[in-house]
């Protein structure tokens, strides 16, 4: 059943957890992304890339995965990941998104606030301040500059509306070339000063001790894409020779679908 961000949030906050968020590629990976969330009686949230929505067939994608969250027996709802373009984000939510990351990241303070502002007054929107870098290691992170700034972060959340504010502190996404090391106190005193709650990407190769420590902290979302996509690649790659024979594809889609709900599942039970 469709469930606005912030009641997934507030749910999470109420049981001291955080809302599970995993990108989903296509019809297979939210299957079983929301199975994963029904065993687990959690609520889950699906993410949509922004490069997926802007490929051929995105909008339709888009559409599938709305009403796939409406239908599934757990609360779940479509987030449009990283947008960094008013246009998109408009079409987003014309086309059924129950929120977007509206990012901003990458503009001076007032800049990325007005631009959150924008999207907020078209709908529920997660904001980024710092930046997350992709595929680097933390340290280029941290000397880009990119941690986000616990004396911007009240202003910050204050002026835009957000319902969720996603943090820099040492994590990147897709796989860490050298061993994460976030900076705690930084999390802390961000988690102290905002008034919303607080979303940590980069999930993949994290230590579990380290994800149960950031929602101890006041995490309350946590994104996970490069370990479910490299357990669906798992999948294809160890099925396809037998199921080429007979043209299985629903037998491919049923093992990629199952090995996305296992790993997904794996997650969930770490976030609480
Ligand atoms: P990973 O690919 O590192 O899990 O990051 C996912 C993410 O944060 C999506 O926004």
Avoid at 59 to 64: G, I, P, S, T, Y
Avoid at 65 to 78: E, S
Avoid at 91 to 113: H, K, M, T, W, Y
Avoid at 180 to 204: F, K
Wanted: proline residues 4%; glycine residues 10%; negative net charge.
């Amino acid at each position: 059943m469709h469930a606005a961000l912030s009641d997934l949030l507030a749910e999470a906050d109420a049981r001291g957890g955080a809302v599970g968020a995993f990108t989903s590629y296509n019809f297979e990976t939210a299957v079983g992304i929301l199975r994963a969330a029904e065993r687990r009686g959690r609520g889950a949230i699906l993410l949509v890339s922004q490069q997926s929505l802007s490929a051929p067939g995105g909008d339709l994608l888009l559409r599938a995965l709305v009403a796939a969250a409406d239908a599934a027996p757990v609360a779940a709802c479509v987030e449009v990941d990283h947008v960094a373009d008013p246009v998109l984000i408009e079409r987003a939510f014309a086309l059924g998104a129950g929120a977007v990351l509206a990012d901003g990241s990458r503009l001076p303070l007032d800049e990325n606030i007005r631009f959150v502002q924008a999207a907020a007054a078209r709908g529920q929107v997660e904001a980024e301040l710092g930046g997350i870098e992709g595929d680097e290691d933390v340290a280029a992170a941290v000397a880009a500059g990119a941690l986000t700034e616990p004396a911007q972060a009240a202003r910050f959340v204050e002026e835009t509306g957000a319902a969720c504010l996603a943090v820099s502190i040492g994590n990147v996404h897709g796989r860490y070339r050298s061993p994460p090391s976030l900076d705690w106190p930084r999390l802390e005193a961000i988690a102290n000063i905002s008034a919303i709650p607080l979303s940590l990407h980069g999930a993949s190769g994290l230590p579990d001790a380290d994800i149960r420590r950031a929602i101890s902290l006041g995490v309350r979302k946590v994104n996970v894409n490069t370990e479910l996509r490299e357990e669906y690649l798992a999948a294809t790659e160890k099925r396809i020779g037998a199921l080429r024979a007979g043209a299985r594809v629903l037998e491919l889609n049923q093992a990629q679908s199952a090995a996305v709900a296992a790993a997904a599942e794996r997650k969930l039970d770490v976030f609480g």
